[in-house]
């Protein structure tokens, strides 16, 4: 139980590792598991055929959300290349949003939040470990 005296940066960043990982991958998991594929794309499509994006891009779209997000949760629950995989999730969750502008759905300020959230996230996973801890503390 070590976390206990991490330094602050530290202890931020095991702490969103954990939360943020387990829920993307219970929301990754449910798509596959609760859902069902076909259900998630028909959904998917359905809201953004509507919109100027082609079919094509739509059923595209639902199957790269159901695939990156069990993915970027175990790569965030791993703890490797901290940085990479916290940055391809903020540009992730930059997709949702702006999938979400598009269908000018007012809850799309969640994902810019969580977009904020994992920027930090990401700044904050410093490549070079031992100076993240340095400066945590100090």
């Keep these: 139980m070590g976390f206990w005296n991490y330094g602050t940066c530290r202890f ?3 702490g969103m590792r954990l ?3 387990l829920w993307l991958l219970y929301v990754g998991l449910s798509k596959w598991l609760i859902m069902g594929p076909d259900t998630f794309v028909g959904f998917i499509t359905v809201q953004f055929d509507k919109t100027w994006s082609p079919h094509l891009l739509n059923v595209l779209l639902a199957w790269l ?3 990156a ?14 940085r990479k995989v916290w940055t391809l999730t903020a540009l992730f969750m930059f997709m949702l949003a702006f999938g979400q502008t598009i269908l000018m759905k007012p809850e799309v300020i969640a994902n810019w ?6 920027l930090v ?12 801890d340095r400066t ?3």
């Design 65 to 67: 959300i159901m695939t």
């Design 12 to 14: 931020f960043l095991c």
């Design 136 to 138: 945590a503390e100090g």
């Design 121 to 132: 996230c990401a700044a904050l996973s410093d490549p070079d470990e031992s100076r993240v």
């Design 19 to 21: 939360f943020f990982g």
């Design 113 to 118: 939040q969580y977009l904020v959230l994992i």
């Design 69 to 82: 997000e069990p993915i970027l949760a175990l790569l965030i629950l791993s703890g490797k290349q901290k």
